[in-house]
C-alpha cells in the first residue's frame, strides 16, 4: 500500500493528482473551503489573535484547499495566516506562492491542522479469521491476489483487542488501524497550540463492518484495490481510536452546520425581488444539501482535537448541540 500510493510510481505521485480520480468535499463546493475558513477564524480568536496563525493542510492534494481558504479568509486574518500545503507529491505548477510546500507538517505552529481525507490513505495492514478461528495477516501480491500470511501478533493483535476485536468466524476482516493513530497523534503533536481536525468516512467499535472496507478508486469508479499504483486504495478511518484526551467526534453535516451550511431554499419571494440572487442562492443550497446530505457526505466524520484550547471553543458552540442521532 505505501508503494501503491506513495513510491516512485505511485498513485499520489501521477500529475493529474487526486481530483483527476474522485471528488472530495473541496471540490464539490467553494461552500467547504469558506467554512474551513470561518473554522480557521474561530480557532484564530480562541487563541487571542496570535502574531502569525497556521493554517497546515494534511494529504493536501495539489493545494485545492489551502488554496480556496486563503481566498476566503478575511483581510485581516490572511494577512497573519502562514500557510501549508502538507503532501509527499511534487509542488504543482503555478501554487499560490504564499503556501508553504512540504512533506511533513511543521512542528511548533499554533493555528489549525486540517486533514481532508488523509488518515483513510495512510498505509495498513489487513487481517483476516482462518479456519482455525486465528487472525493472520492478508498478503497481496501485485496483481491483487491475495493469500494468508502468519498470525497478528504483539501491538497489532492489542490494538485488534481493543479496537476491532474479531469474530472467530472464517473469513472475517479487519483493517489494523494502529499506523493510523500514530500518524494522527504525530500530526497533533505537531501543534503548539490551536485545533486538529481530521475528516473521513469512518466507523466506529459498536458498528465494525465484519469484513472490512479496503478498496480502490479510478477514474472516478469504485475498483479492485491492486497495488500496482494505477489506483487508489483507501479504507474508511477507525477515528474512535485516533481520538485523544478532549477529543469531540461528530457527522460533517453537524459540523458544517455549526460554521454555518445551510442546504435550505432561498425564500420563493427572492425569485421576483431578485431573481439572478435567488439562482446564486439556489445554487449554493444545492452546494451546501450535497455537503451536508445523508447517506453522502454528511455522515463523514469529523475528529477535532484540541492542543492548549476546547474543541468546542474553536467552533464558538457545543458541538453536542448540534450532533443529530
Known amino acids: ?45 480562541a487563541l487571542g489573535h496570535p502574531e502569525e496563525v497556521a493554517f497546515v493542510d494534511m494529504g493536501a492534494g495539489r493545494g485545492e484547499l489551502t488554496t480556496a481558504v486563503l481566498g476566503a479568509l478575511p483581510a485581516d486574518v490572511a494577512a497573519r495566516v502562514r500557510a501549508y500545503a502538507v503532501e509527499r507529491a511534487e509542488r504543482p505548477a503555478g501554487l499560490d506562492p504564499r503556501v508553504m510546500w512540504l512533506p511533513a507538517p511543521p512542528a511548533g505552529v499554533t493555528g489549525l491542522l ?21 487472525a493472520r495477516h492478508v498478503l497481496v501480491r501485485d496483481d491483487g491476489t491475495e493469500v494468508l500470511g502468519g498470525p497478528v501478533e504483539g501491538p497489532d493483535a492489542a490494538w485488534l483487542a481493543r479496537w476491532w476485536p474479531l469474530d472467530a468466524e472464517p ?16 500530526a497533533v ?63 460533517q453535516r453537524a459540523a458544517l ?9 432561498p425564500p420563493l419571494s427572492l425569485a421576483s425581488e431578485d431573481p439572478a440572487a435567488y439562482v446564486r442562492a439556489l445554487t449554493r443550497a444545492g452546494e451546501a444539501a450535497e455537503l451536508t446530505a445523508p447517506g453522502g457526505l454528511g455522515d463523514f466524520r469529523w475528529l477535532l482535537q484540541p492542543a492548549g484550547i476546547p474543541a ?14
Open 171 to 186: 473469513g472475517v476482516r479487519a483493517e489494523i488501524g494502529r499506523p493510523r493513530d500514530e500518524a494522527w497523534a504525530a
Open 189 to 251: 503533536a505537531s501543534l503548539e497550540r490551536g485545533l486538529a481536525v481530521a475528516v473521513d468516512y469512518a466507523h466506529d467499535r459498536e458498528a465494525r463492518p465484519p469484513f472490512g472496507t479496503l478498496t480502490g478508486f479510478r477514474a472516478g469508479r469504485e475498483t479492485a484495490p491492486v497495488p500496482d499504483g494505477s489506483c487508489d486504495i483507501t479504507a474508511h478511518v477507525a477515528l474512535d481510536a485516533c481520538a485523544g484526551a478532549g477529543a469531540a467526534l461528530l457527522t
Open 1 to 45: 500500500m505505501e508503494a501503491a500510493l506513495y513510491g516512485p510510481e505511485g498513485f499520489y505521485r501521477s500529475p493529474e493528482g487526486p481530483a483527476g480520480h474522485f471528488r472530495t468535499s473541496v471540490h464539490a463546493s467553494p461552500l467547504y473551503a469558506a467554512a474551513v475558513a470561518r473554522l480557521l477564524c474561530r480557532v484564530d480568536e
Open 114 to 134: 486540517f486533514a481532508n481525507e488523509w488518515l483513510d490513505n495512510v498505509p495498513l495492514d489487513v487481517a483476516e479469521v482462518d479456519a482455525d478461528g486465528t
Open 312 to 325: 468546542s471553543a474553536a467552533l464558538l458552540v457545543d458541538v453536542a448541540d448540534h450532533e443529530e442521532e
Open 257 to 265: 452546520g455549526a460554521l454555518g451550511v445551510s442546504g435550505g431554499r
